[in-house]
């Protein structure tokens, strides 16, 4: 079945920092690949998202192509905030159809961003 | 601003009471979800409705039942809940499409005395 393989937290960074969270996938065929964030006492937000091969989400700075050859979906940004202090899920569908989408998260990557 | 709107934002209750937990959202999706999240833990999936009926139910517990009155509203019903129950439950809905993503609501913080 599917499911991701998240790098482990928590990541520290002094602000302006390059952002990068691994995150690989195992899938048949070739689901839709997204990344979530959590902020502090709130829900699950869509950070961004890439439906096919080679395609690059991007949303609020970040960054992430989605890499057939290296089964990779990693998040990147060149210059962290205070404020993108959260966590960071990478999850894509499961491999069940006609009930929904169930989707695999990740562990989450736990990240703080100091002045 | 969420589209998916969860009340009671924090709720404490004992291991007797019946308490209920609302989700509602008017994105015109039709598959929506009960999550469990603990501490520093991803999201757990606990139910899924698809056109207001019951799909998934991931082996929860009896003392969790859901309910989905409409395509917009979704209720989980609360009965002779545990201390190890207590976490963020949260609320879920999408289209059917296999590359639609989840919308989540904020979540009810769940503390069970």
């Known amino acids: 079945g599917n499911s991701v393989t998240q790098m482990e937290g928590p990541v520290t960074l002094s602000e302006e920092a390059f952002l990068t969270i691994n995150c690989t996938y195992t899938a048949t065929g070739y689901p839709s690949l997204f990344w979530y964030v959590q902020y502090p006492g709130e829900g699950l937000q869509l950070l961004l998202k890439a439906t096919k091969a080679d395609d690059k989400g991007s949303n609020k700075g970040f960054e992430a192509t989605y890499r057939k050859e290296t089964t990779s979906f990693h998040l990147e940004k060149g210059s962290v905030q205070v404020s993108d202090s959260a966590v960071y899920f990478c999850a894509l569908p499961l491999t069940r159809t006609n009930t929904g989408n169930q989707f695999y998260f990740g562990t989450g990557t736990s990240l703080t961003v100091i002045p | ?113």
């Open chain 2, 1 to 113: 601003d969420t589209e998916v709107t969860q009340t009671p934002k924090h709720l404490v209750m004992g291991m007797t009471n019946k308490k209920s937990l609302k989700c509602e959202q008017h994105m015109g999706h039709r598959a929506m979800y009960w999550y469990k999240q603990k501490a520093k833990k991803p999201p757990e999936l606990m139910f899924v409705y698809s056109y207001e009926k019951l799909s998934i139910n991931e082996s929860v517990p009896s003392r969790f039942s859901p309910e989905c009155p409409n395509s917009s509203l979704l209720n989980l019903h609360l009965h002779a809940l545990q201390p190890e129950d207590s976490a963020l439950y949260l609320c879920a809905s999408s289209r059917q499409g296999s590359r639609d993503p989840l919308h989540f609501g904020n979540g009810t913080r769940l503390t069970v005395t």
